[in-house]
């Protein structure tokens, strides 16, 4: 019994400490997510509104204008960009931006897959750990791995500079971004954009009708080359800032949820180890009134 007590003050002193480190990762997680929250919930109207007035330009052009980054190609060399974290602890985060991005290399990249001519650039230490073991047969880049030590227009402008770049260059035909999309510190969705080529917009019968009667200055084709970069510079920073935003909420989420788990084994082990005392004291007694009954029988 006495080796029993000891193992069960051990487990008591483990989940202590356990405890501890999770409440701490919670508050630094909760620090770290004000900043994080801050930066896309400023960023994310800007660049809603620089979407939306692409959309509007776009919509009333109908066909007399192209723009390179919205030519559509037979896709040949594609691109997957998989945005996670560097570190885990962050619940099941990591495992559903590598799930939205398996299923759409599965649903539309399997041919370029096969013939090992995809390529996937890997934002984040869990996602290029994931598919370097399991993608052999691709081009598995971690050249931006640590993009997340510094989050500044000028640094993540390097990386959509680059793909923007290729697809121009048609190294890539097509290129996809597998984020996490952040709603709040406890709901963290896994999304996939469609970052290259410029998605075409479907426009309903009403809206064919109309047409707005724009004045461009420069021409069209000037200004669509000088707002579409701008534009996607825009959103792929917002896939980041909305991946980090979505990584500190899941992490302190799942640190609150392991202290709670914590405190209930707490109790469970206490319980645990007061009725092992108390049956220990209950034998220790019974040896006691046993052998007093003994003597005096004596």
């Known amino acids: 019994m006495g080796a029993n007590l000891k193992e069960v003050r051990e487990r008591i002193s483990s989940v202590k400490s356990t405890q501890q480190i999770t409440k701490a990762m919670k508050?630094?997680?909760?620090?770290?997510?004000?900043?994080?929250?801050?930066?896309?919930?400023?960023?994310?109207?800007?660049?809603?509104?620089?979407?939306?007035?692409?959309?509007?330009?776009?919509?009333?052009?109908?066909?007399?204008?192209?723009?390179s980054f919205g030519k559509e190609r037979e896709v040949k060399n594609a691109c997957v960009v998989v945005v996670t974290s560097n570190r885990g602890l962050c619940g099941a985060f990591n495992t559903n931006v590598i799930k939205a991005a398996v299923?759409?290399?599965?649903?539309?990249y399997a041919t370029q897959r096969d013939n090992g001519t995809l390529t996937i650039l890997c934002i984040g230490k869990k996602g290029y750990d994931y598919f370097k073991k399991r993608y052999a047969n691709c081009n598995v880049s971690n050249e931006y791995m640590d993009l997340f030590n510094d989050l500044s227009f000028d640094n993540v402008s390097q990386v959509s500079n680059m793909l923007?770049?290729?697809?121009?260059?048609?190294?890539?035909?097509?290129?996809?971004?597998?984020?996490?999309?952040?709603?709040?510190?406890?709901?963290?969705?896994?999304?996939?954009?469609?970052?290259l080529p410029v998605a075409k917009l479907e426009k309903s019968e009403d809206e064919k009708k109309t047409r707005a009667d724009?004045?461009?200055?420069?021409?069209?084709e000037a200004l669509l080359e000088h707002l579409i970069p701008s534009i996607l510079q825009t959103q792929f920073q917002k896939y980041l800032l909305d991946t980090h935003a979505s990584e500190h909420g899941a992490r302190m989420t799942a640190m609150d949820k392991a202290t709670e788990n914590a405190e209930e084994l707490l109790k469970d082990l206490k319980i645990s180890y007061n009725k092992a005392r108390q049956e220990a004291i209950t034998r220790e007694l019974s040896e006691i009134v046993g052998g007093a009954a003994a003597l005096e029988s004596n």
């Open 27 to 67: 508050m630094v997680s909760a620090a770290k997510l004000r900043r994080a929250q801050d930066a896309i919930v400023q960023m994310r109207p800007y660049a809603d509104k620089l979407n939306a007035m692409l959309i509007n330009i776009l919509s009333n052009l109908e066909g007399d204008v192209s723009t």
């Open 103 to 108: 299923a759409r290399i599965n649903d539309t």
């Open 164 to 195: 923007m770049d290729s697809f121009k260059g048609e190294s890539f035909d097509a290129i996809d971004v597998a984020y996490g999309r952040f709603r709040n510190a406890g709901m963290q969705f896994p999304e996939i954009a469609q970052f």
């Open 214 to 220: 724009y004045i461009f200055e420069p021409s069209k």
